[in-house]
């Protein structure tokens, strides 16, 4: 059924799925069986969307890199360059307020809580801890947050043109940050994880930037993750360089460290670094929430709402569905959806039924519909 919504979708917006230089890129699809397609390549656009309309995928990937053969496998693919991509998901920001309808599961002995999981069991002591995310608002909003402190260090510290910088919504918990062009998307293995250290400001040594000329201490705040920090804690620029003194050193050390914590972006390095890494055919759907992922713009990701504007499931039919997780209240288009409990059967439009099957909260017990 599921499958079938997805396939109206890939045949009404099939106008609307584009991936640039597409003959050099390699894709990947996981279908509906579970299966993984890797090593495909496309002669054209028209190629691809009649492959989606046709076996519409549960998820679809396309290469960050432009390879000469994108269809070999990894070794002879022959790279020619690669997206500087950057990940930021909400699932590893560990917050609150995005995680307080999370499930979690002990694998040793089934313990159940919501909430931030724990990195051990309450109950056995066992770290074998599965999660159910959910997905709200406030993992857009954190997630966001990262977002913008990553293109402020890009566009400011590296010297990236923001021409060249693409920010799309993945469809589920997060956003994709990519430099798409200039002599970053030449950059090899090594550097790449360099880069991805230097934005999450790890390892940063504060004293490097400290230097005694006999009558005290100078801080250097002219830019980077100083700067940045220094604005953080006192809502304002700094000036060059600061004066210190002995004790004003050690405890505007101790304040700097924590205030870099909460300025640098957090992203998922290995992302960064990996030149084969795979990322979201613009404008396909996501296999856990039926959201579209969207390439918007420097502006529009500071407001994008994916319960409005990424929904790419259509409402109708309604489908009938037996709760198998606590679901908390959500939207979806202005409309308003539970709380349901475990065992609660339940009746919705098709795009937040698919939303609710495809997170693993509920499942479908009768495929038919009112019409």
């Not at 998901?89 to 307080?100: K, V």
């Not at 608002?137 to 021409?163: A, H, P």
């Not at 924590?258 to 640098?264: E, I, T």
């Not at 529009?300 to 569905?321: C, H, N, W």
């Amino acid at each position: 059924m599921i499958a079938n919504l997805f396939r109206a979708y890939y045949r009404s917006m099939r106008g609307a799925i584009y991936v640039p230089d597409v003959i050099r890129r390699e894709f990947m699809f996981r279908g509906f069986d579970g299966r993984v397609r890797r090593h495909m390549a496309f002669g054209d656009l028209e190629e691809l969307r009649r492959y989606l309309v046709y076996d519409p995928p549960l998820d679809a990937y396309y290469s960050v890199s432009l390879y000469e053969r994108p269809e070999a496998e990894m070794g002879d693919k022959g790279r020619i360059r690669a997206d500087l991509l950057f990940d930021v998901d909400s699932s590893d920001l560990r917050d609150e307020g995005c995680e307080s309808g999370s499930i979690w599961r002990c694998k040793g002995c089934g313990k159940l809580g919501m909430g931030l999981s724990p990195a051990r069991c309450p109950s056995c002591g066992s770290d074998r801890i599965e999660v159910n995310h959910w997905l709200n608002e406030r993992c857009i909003e954190v997630s966001r947050e990262e977002v913008r402190k990553l293109i402020e260090i890009l566009t400011q510290d590296l010297g990236v043109d923001q021409d060249w910088i693409l920010v799309t919504y993945t469809g589920n918990r997060g956003f994709h940050v990519r430099v798409i062009d200039g002599p970053l998307t030449q950059l090899e293995r090594e550097a790449r994880r360099e880069i991805a250290q230097y934005v999450m400001a790890s390892g940063l040594d504060i004293s490097s930037f400290i230097s005694a000329d006999g009558r005290g201490f100078i801080l250097d705040t002219r830019s980077g993750h100083v700067a940045r920090a220094l604005r953080l804690m006192r809502g304002s620029d700094p000036m060059g360089h600061m004066r210190l003194s002995p004790r004003e050193k050690r405890n505007l050390e101790r304040a700097l460290i924590s205030s870099v914590s909460k300025s640098a972006a957090r992203i998922d390095w290995m992302v960064t670094m990996d030149t084969g890494r795979l990322t979201r055919v613009p404008n396909s759907l996501h296999g856990k929430t039926g959201f579209r992922a969207l390439s918007l713009t420097l502006d529009d990701y500071r407001t994008m709402d994916p319960f409005k504007d990424a929904v790419g499931i259509q409402a109708e039919p309604e489908m009938s569905l037996r709760i198998k997780l606590r679901v908390p209240r959500f939207r979806m288009r202005g409309e308003a959806f539970g709380p349901y409990s475990e065992g609660e059967e339940v009746r919705l439009p098709a795009h937040a039924a698919s939303f609710l099957v495809l997170r693993g909260r509920a499942e479908l017990y009768d495929s038919g519909s009112k019409d």
